[in-house]
C-alpha cells in the first residue's frame, strides 16, 4: 500500500494544531506528568515555542498521508541540517480514527523511510509515551531502537 505525502495548507494546520494540543495534554495526563488544570495551556505553549511561526517554520514539515487521493493520516516532521546528512525527529504521527487497524501505520512509517532517503536524512527519532503500547509495538516493528527511558516516582 504505497502512499504518498502532500504539505498541509493553513486550514489543515491550524485544524490539526488544534486537536494536537488537546491531543497531547490529554496524553500528558494519562501519563501523570501535568496537572489536568494546566495541561491545555502547557500544551499549547511547548507546541508554539517548537513552531512560532507556524506552517512557515524553519525545518518543520507538516504532511497529510494520502493513500491514492483518500487522507489517512498526518505527519508533523522536524528536519535539522548536520555536517555532511541531516537528521529528523517525528513530532507527531496520526492515523484518522477510521482508518486504523488497516495497516496504514507501517505504510506511513516506509513512506517517512523513503522520504528520508530522498531527503538524504540520516536518522529519525521520535518519542513515544510509555502507555501508547501500540505505537511502541509498530516503531519496534519498523525498525527504531529504545535509546533512553525517562523515570519518576511520585509521593
Known amino acids: 500500500m504505497p502512499l504518498h505525502f502532500r504539505s498541509m495548507d493553513e486550514l489543515k494546520y491550524n485544524d490539526f494544531i488544534e486537536k494536537l494540543v488537546a491531543e497531547y495534554a490529554g496524553e500528558h495526563i494519562k501519563a501523570g506528568t501535568w496537572d489536568p488544570e494546566e495541561a491545555h495551556g502547557l500544551a499549547q505553549s511547548q507546541i508554539q515555542q517548537l513552531v ?3 506552517l ?3 525545518g518543520h514539515r507538516f504532511f497529510i498521508a494520502l493513500d491514492k487521493s483518500e487522507p489517512v493520516g ?11 546528512k541531516k537528521q529528523a525527529f517525528i513530532f507527531d504521527l496520526k492515523i484518522e480514527e477510521q482508518q486504523q487497524g488497516k495497516g496504514y501505520g507501517k ?3 516506509a513512506a517517512l523511510d523513503e522520504y528520508a532517503k530522498a531527503e538524504n536524512i540520516e536518522k529519525i527519532a521520535l518519542h513515544v509515551f510509555a502507555h501508547n503500547e501500540r505505537a511502541l509495538k509498530l516503531y519496534q516493528t519498523m525498525g527504531y531502537e ?3 527511558y525517562n523515570m519518576e516516582k511520585r509521593f
Open 146 to 148: 529504545i535509546k533512553s
Open 56 to 58: 512557515g517554520t524553519s
Open 74 to 84: 498526518s505527519v508533523w516532521l522536524n528536519i535539522q541540517p548536520r555536517e555532511k
Open 107 to 109: 505504510a506511513i512509517m
Open 52 to 54: 512560532p511561526e507556524g
